[in-house]
């Protein structure tokens, strides 16, 4: 059953520390999202590539989140330095975009999501 | 820029009450459409979706949605809920560009 993969599923850090968070894609998809969900503000696109090219993270507080596509089976969100405020729950999404026009239908999947709490 | 609107941001129903929620979007091309639910505790999953053909479309759990183009609208339906229903209900539509946008979410809860 394929499925998108996020580690860690939690973590609890120090502000000031350097936090990564890892998505593995399902096998095929070539389109990844970074969403971050708080009860204040719902849910956010913080950014998204396609054939592994960051489209757009304008979403992103640039001065301390950074996004990554190293390579296709595995995206990183990466904050240093991390704040309390960055507590949240990130959600990585995959899909399917066959010629850059659009999904035509395909859905997008998400992780289970990385619990993160910044004390 | 797309845009996608959930007027409902709370709701709150007793079992066996029938459900609408609203979504509108604003965009002027040719759409897909979701609704996507989160159970607490969860990630989000899809419930259903249209791409094309016939406007009423179902999906798990006896839910549908009607896509109704000149309203630019894709309400959620169900006859009669359960208390499992309870979660946080997601629109989303995507377009031509290869960007997913979300309406602000509809959280139900169902009293048994």
């Keep these: ?119 | 820029a797309q845009s996608v609107s959930q007027h409902n941001h709370h709701v709150i129903l007793s079992e066996a009450a029938s459900l609408e929620l609203g979504c509108n979007y604003s965009y002027g091309g040719t759409v897909n459409l979701f609704w996507y639910v989160q159970y607490p505790g969860q990630h989000l999953q899809l419930l259903l979706k249209y791409f094309s053909g016939d406007p009423l479309v179902k999906g798990i759990k006896g839910f549908e949605a009607e896509f109704i183009k000149s309203k630019f609208s894709f309400n959620l339906r169900k006859p009669s809920v359960q208390w499992s229903d309870t979660a946080e209900y997601f629109c989303a539509v995507a377009g031509t560009g290869n960007q997913f946008y979300f309406g602000t979410g509809t959280s139900l809860t169902v009293i048994p």
């Design chain 1, 1 to 119: 059953d394929a499925r998108v993969t996020q580690t860690p599923r939690h973590k609890v850090t120090e502000m000031g520390q350097e936090v990564t968070m890892r998505c593995q894609p399902i096998l095929g998809h070539n389109t990844v999202f970074w969403y971050r969900q708080t009860m204040m503000q719902g849910l956010e696109l913080l950014a998204y590539f396609r054939n592994r090219a960051p489209l757009d993270d304008s979403g992103m507080p640039k001065d301390r989140f950074s996004a990554e596509m190293p390579d296709a089976t595995l995206a990183t969100l990466k904050i240093q330095p991390s704040e309390p405020r960055d507590s949240a729950v990130y959600f990585c999404a995959s899909g399917l975009s066959p010629d850059g026009t659009g999904f035509s239908g395909n859905t997008i999947y998400f992780g289970e999501g990385s619990w993160l709490t910044v004390v």
